[in-house]
């Protein structure tokens, strides 16, 4: 093998709660071919890191081989980029410390790097996104927990040990609603989809007004979304108070890092003018007054599909070079 060429193709690879998608990317960031699993089908993580290591070696030998990977990006819920570990997640099911870059590493022996979904989001946004030639941005990541990534200057901007950008667990309300991470008040807890569904359900047992989520067995933000468009006013309603609370603690953010915009990702994202307009009403009341105006409330125009993948092809371009099979 010739250690001298210069390899053009990296791995991708984007865990979510409920699948895990991995994909061959060139240098182009042309998706050539890509697979998933369901990750809830390994609760165990050696399993769950055997089957995927696996299955990214068969995609590999099955597209160029294995001499034409560079290295491998994850995305993923709680991960930390500076020690490559998923860190405590609260929503995924395994706990306490997970170094999974490592064990990844070991079983492909290539390079691998690890980075929380909301900053490999803001990567894939900045190189192929609505975020391209803008240096200073906040990606916002909305799902079942709620993200978001700094990008300051040019560049991610991480904090002392890689936990910057956890805006969904500042407190909103020092009173409020107890959140996954064990906290009360998290904004998290009333902008992700557990939240939105609390609310929904709390504003049925509010009012006896007709509403077609009552006759719905399993809420959730999509359904919520398209009894929006339906006109039920009681899901309208819903996104309007999580709007509200959203705006509140996106002004909160802005003010401190002055962004030249907020991008919005994620499959809540999805809710669109009924989120985001009444999250910008509220933003702008709420956002330091010299910022009022100036800041840029987009949607991701990446498809879900491919957002992620890109994303941690980008993170995969950035760690240094290293593999086990020199000649």
Request: net charge negative; proline share 3%; charged share 20%.
């Amino acid at each position: 093998m010739n250690q001298t060429a210069v390899k053009k193709r990296v791995v991708g690879v984007d865990i979510s709660l409920d699948a895990t998608t991995y994909a061959i990317v060139d240098v182009r960031g042309n998706i050539l071919a890509k697979d998933s699993f369901p990750t809830e089908d390994y609760p165990e993580i050696n399993g769950y890191v055997k089957n995927l290591c696996e299955k990214i070696i068969e995609l590999v030998e099955q597209n160029g081989g294995y001499e034409s990977i560079r290295s491998v990006g994850i995305s993923a819920p709680s991960g930390n980029y500076i020690t490559g570990c998923i860190v405590n997640s609260p929503n995924m099911p395994w706990k306490g410390v997970i170094p999974l870059a490592a064990m990844m590493r070991d079983q492909l022996g290539l390079a691998v790097a690890l980075a929380n979904n909301s900053h490999v989001v803001a990567l894939g946004e900045h190189a192929f996104g609505s975020a391209h030639g803008m240096r200073d941005f906040i990606a916002v990541t909305m799902g079942s927990g709620l993200g978001s990534c700094i990008f300051s200057d040019g560049d991610v901007n991480l904090g002392f040990n890689g936990h910057a950008g956890e805006i969904g667990h500042t407190c909103v309300d020092i009173h409020g609603r107890q959140c996954g991470c064990g906290n009360c008040g998290c904004l998290e807890a009333y902008t992700a989809t557990k939240g939105i569904i609390r609310t929904a359900k709390e504003l049925l047992e509010e009012s006896d007004e007709p509403s077609l989520m009552r006759g719905e067995e399993k809420l959730t933000p999509k359904k919520i979304s398209q009894f929006c468009d339906a006109g039920d006013k009681l899901a309208i309603e819903v996104f309007r108070r999580t709007g509200e609370v959203l705006g509140l603690g996106l002004a909160n953010y802005a003010s401190l890092v002055n962004p030249e915009a907020l991008i919005f990702t994620g499959g809540i994202a999805r809710a669109g003018k009924w989120l985001l307009e009444p999250a910008k009403k509220s933003f702008e009341e709420h956002v330091f007054h010299n910022i009022q105006g100036k800041v840029k409330f987009l949607q991701s125009e990446l498809g879900e599909d491919e957002r992620n993948v890109l994303g941690a092809s980008v993170l995969a371009w950035r760690v240094k070079e290293y593999s086990l099979f020199i000649d």
